[in-house]
Nanobody, 121 residues
């Protein structure tokens, strides 16, 4: 059974940083594109950052470019999201997802349970 388990969420003041981690049981991990998505209350889920299997390809939402960095450690089956200069509008539940197609464009067919990120002003 495939499992994606996120951690690292929490409450932080505006301007602060958080690092999210997602450990995936999918094999072989290096063949899966991985992504971070978020959903704020009353809003649709949106893509935040995605990364190809080797880590060479990354894409970011315009709203987080220059502030967030996605990375992966294939030896640890883990994908990370380093979030700096956080803003109140970054408040959302953050989800880790995996794409069996290997394409950063998806579709993303494996999802974690989500981790709450709250940024106070």
């Amino acid at each position: 059974q495939v499992q994606l388990v996120e951690s690292g969420g929490g409450l932080v003041q505006a301007g602060g940083s958080l690092r999210l981690s997602c450990v995936a049981s999918i094999r072989p991990f290096s063949r899966f594109a991985m992504g971070w998505f978020r959903q704020a209350p009353g809003k649709e889920r949106e893509s935040v950052a995605v990364i190809g299997g080797s880590g060479a390809i990354t894409r970011y939402a315009d709203a987080v470019k220059g502030r967030f960095t996605i990375s992966r450690d294939n030896a640890k089956n883990t994908v990370y999201l380093q979030m700096n200069s956080l803003k109140p509008e970054d408040t959302a539940v953050y989800y880790c997802a995996g794409a069996t197609s290997g394409s950063v464009s998806g579709p993303y067919n494996y999802w974690g349970q989500g981790t709450q990120v709250t940024v106070s002003s």
